[in-house]
């Protein structure tokens, strides 16, 4: 009897310890988090860092970063309004506005991201199907450089009704709301790269 009450004691503690640290998370300053039963989502987002404290064993935080992410496109070749092929490399800031939006609708940040894929990848194609290859290519109707003296000609630049910077904010404001429905808000799009396909 004396050997099984330090045992019972040592039991206790570990049990107690257990129960302890599973009903205990910390979020920081980056992170909000969701916690679920069984699954399924209960209360509010928890957005204030410090310590929390949940039902042990049968509740589960889950993380998500309240910091901006990087979407990062994959080059594509896609076709001009004038049949001019170019690949087009583009990426996107974004961030999570609504973390229990996010979780219900797309679970974690992968989901976010083949998301994200879908929605840029076909607004960017849409976007450069609709304008002419100078459009795309530049930003602004500045003077061009004069061809050496000695030539005695100038080169004339096709003038642009948009340009790269207008088409970017078109394509930004179209899905920012379609984001929106996923918890998403977009914080910025750009391309990154514009390259020529050899014809061209």
Avoid: C
């Amino acid at each position: 009897m004396k050997n099984t009450k330090p045992i019972a004691i040592a039991v206790a503690v570990v049990l107690a310890v257990l129960t302890l640290m599973s009903a205990i998370y910390v979020v920081d300053e980056t992170q909000q988090v969701i916690i679920t039963q069984f699954g399924e989502p209960v209360g509010q987002p928890i957005t204030n860092p410090g310590l929390h404290f949940k039902i042990p064993f049968t509740q589960n935080a889950n993380y998500f970063d309240k910091r901006f992410l990087e979407w990062d496109g994959s080059p594509n070749q896609i076709p001009t309004k004038d049949k001019r092929f170019i690949w087009v490399d583009s990426y996107a800031r974004w961030r999570i506005s609504d973390p229990l939006l996010f979780f219900q609708r797309l679970r974690d940040e992968r989901g976010a991201q083949s998301r994200l894929d879908d929605i840029l990848d076909g607004e960017t194609r849409n976007a450069i199907a609709r304008n002419n290859l100078v459009e795309v290519v530049r930003s602004t109707n500045r003077d061009p450089a004069s061809i050496p003296a000695e030539t005695e000609e100038t080169t004339v630049l096709e003038q642009i009704q948009l340009g790269r910077h207008a088409i970017t904010r078109e394509i930004l404001a179209t899905t920012s709301p379609r984001v929106k429905e996923f918890g998403i808000e977009l914080m910025d799009f750009q391309f990154k790269r514009i390259n020529y396909v050899d014809q061209v």
